[in-house]
Nanobody, 118 residues
Framework: QVQLVESGGGLVQPGGSLRLSCAAS????????MKWHRQAPGKERELVAD????????IHAGSVKGRFAISRDNAKNTVFLQMNSLKVEDTAVYYC???????????WGQGTQVTVSS
């Protein structure tokens, strides 16, 4: 069964850290561009970061630059999003997805909730 499963979300205080994981099964992420998106209540989905097949990371969301980092472990078939210095405005459901070599969205996870609140 092909799936992406996000984990690691939860409730954290402002200034705290979380590490999200996106574990793939049924396919090998080494052949896919991997992305993290987020969607806050009442807002459109936002691309946060992606990481190329070669491992090159790109942070797309300006508000998280310098605080978030994306990485991948192809041996574990998992992508990570390290989130530091979290802010209330980082509250959202975070999703990962896999994009194939011709740019098609191949797979999506179900999302993990991140809530930043004091």
């Amino acid at each position: 069964q092909v799936q992406l499963v996000e984990s690691g979300g939860g409730l954290v205080q402002p200034g705290g850290s979380l590490r999200l994981s996106c574990a793939a099964s049924g396919f090998n992420i080494s052949s896919y561009l991997m992305k993290w998106h987020r969607q806050a209540p009442g807002k459109e989905r936002e691309l946060v970061a992606d990481i190329k097949i070669s491992g090159g990371p790109t942070i797309h969301a300006g508000s998280v630059k310098g605080r978030f980092a994306i990485s991948r472990d192809n041996a574990k078939n998992t992508v990570f999003l390290q989130m530091n210095s979290l802010k209330v405005e980082d509250t959202a459901v975070y999703y990962c997805n896999a994009v194939d070599m011709v740019g098609r969205d191949a797979y999506w996870g179900q999302g993990t909730q991140v809530t930043v609140s004091s």
